[in-house]
């Protein structure tokens, strides 16, 4: 195979001549490609919407379904897929309309081999590239990368992460609602082999059980009331990359038996399919219940449990990761800049991030960003004050114990008293050692190997 054209992929050749098709399925199959054959439009129909393909080539004049029937149905199934056409009827109108109705390249018989070889390839690299670039857009706002905090806590998750990523396995987030479990979900996807694949989110708390069905595994035209196009659902949508099924453990029981049959055979059937379709995704699960519980009442299947269980990570709340807050606050101060170019907010000052630092966070992570991005658009000055924070959250009295006191109430060695004293000051400035080490005339080094040994 010539090495410009890339390898790998699914192509369907649809011609109702079996001789033409046979004679188009053997070159490319030599050139790498695994390559099936529809003898007829209604074939390919079905083959479209059973099986996932690269790219579709097919005969334009056939009986019943023809080329612009398939190229419709393709593109209903995956407005990607690129459909190349062929007939030995060429003439502008057919051209002009194949081109109009999404048509990536028309030939005419007779016509070259290598010709269409070399269109196929490019078709193929062009959805390549696409794919490429959809996941490097996600990938900016996505992987580790995306993770913020510094803490014991989530440099432990970040290694777990790192290990995870890997494996096939479907993995159950546990962890509070606005801990971040989304973008935990996506650090796993694009740190692993999956990440030129799509990542598809859905939550199942958002959506009824019939719509949350046909969202998932797809309908076919006229399945229900309102049915009136094929869909063909997220699994399929997620076809080599991973999908992410926020708050499983409201998914109805029902759906859940369903659910566990695609984990287990790796299939999925549309609503008022007959038909199978093949599918390659991971599952990654999140929930805030306790799913044993769940599973005690009868709310939850104990073997969709099991399946899902198999590689549990628990994503920590605020609570937990305190030290992570400043990080956090200047993160997310910078981007709600950016979403707000003019507010002219550039910073909170030390005593709002400490106030920040002592408040309980029911909503957590997502909750603190709210915060943010509201003092962010609000206040019309460069410094957030306590006084910009009181009418947006109580503020919350820090304790910041003053080394100095302490000291006289007992014998502090000089180190001892020196380091309680750099603590102090990094907590006097709301957690950001970088101002605490330029007030105390020493390098930030200086501060963490303190801490250290603290």
């Not at 579709?56 to 199934?77: F, I």
């Not at 993770?147 to 995870?164: K, P």
């Not at 692993?192 to 009824?208: D, E, H, K, S």
């Not at 566990?260 to 609503?271: H, K, Y």
Request: charged residues 30%.
């Amino acid at each position: 195979m010539p090495s410009d054209l890339p390898s790998d992929a699914r192509i369907l050749v649809v011609d109702d001549h079996v001789e033409m098709g046979r004679m188009l399925q053997e070159p490319l199959a030599d050139a790498g490609w695994t390559v099936d054959l529809a003898t007829g439009g209604q074939e390919a129909l079905s083959l479209i919407r059973s099986r996932v393909y690269d790219a579709v080539l097919t005969d334009l004049r056939m009986e019943k379904v023809d080329g612009l029937d398939v190229l419709d149905a393709a593109r209903q199934v995956d407005p990607e897929l690129p459909v190349l056409l062929m007939t030995a009827f060429g003439g502008v109108e057919s051209a002009v309309e194949a081109m109009r109705r999404g048509a990536y390249h028309y030939f005419t018989k007779p016509f070259r081999l290598d010709e269409v070889r070399l269109y196929l390839g490019r078709a193929l690299e062009d959805r390549r590239l696409r794919a490429e670039h959809r996941a490097l857009k996600s990938q900016e706002r996505s992987g580790l990368g995306a993770l913020v905090g510094r803490s014991a806590t989530m440099r432990g998750l970040y290694e777990l992460i790192d290990r995870v990523a890997h494996a096939a396995a479907p993995v159950l987030l546990r962890g509070e609602s606005g801990s971040g479990k989304e973008l935990v979900a996506r650090a796993l996807h694009f740190e692993g082999p999956r990440a030129a694949g799509p990542f598809v989110a859905v939550n199942c708390t958002a959506l009824p059980g019939p719509l949350l069905e046909s969202e998932l595994f797809g309908h076919v035209k006229g399945a229900f009331t309102g049915a009136t196009s094929v869909r063909r659902g997220l699994f399929v949508e997620a076809h080599g990359g991973t999908l992410f099924l926020d708050e499983i453990g409201d998914m109805p029981t029902e759906l859940q038996a369903r659910l566990l049959r695609v984990l287990e055979d790796g299939e999925v059937r549309a609503v008022g399919s007959d038909a199978s379709r093949t599918v390659d995704v991971r599952v990654v699960a999140a929930t805030h219940q306790d799913l044993e519980a769940r599973v005690r009442e009868g709310k939850f299947r104990a073997d969709l449990f099991y399946r899902l269980n198999v590689v549990t990570l628990r994503v920590p709340s605020l609570k937990e990761r305190r030290e992570d807050i400043p990080q956090l606050v200047e993160h997310f101060t910078a981007r709600s800049r950016a979403r707000n170019p003019r507010s002219r907010v550039t910073s909170l000052s030390p005593e709002v991030v400490a106030a920040l630092g002592a408040m309980p966070w029911p909503g957590n992570v997502r909750e603190l960003e709210n915060l943010v991005e509201r003092l962010v658009v609000l206040v019309p000055r460069e410094t957030v004050t306590l006084e910009d924070l009181r009418p947006h959250a109580p503020v919350p009295p820090v304790e910041a114990a003053d080394p100095l006191a302490q000291a006289r109430e007992g014998v502090w060695t000089l180190r001892k008293l020196e380091g309680e004293y750099i603590h102090w000051m990094v907590q006097h400035c709301g957690g950001n050692k970088t101002r605490a080490a330029e007030l105390l005339g020493i390098d930030v080094s200086t501060i963490h190997r303190r801490e250290r040994e603290r």
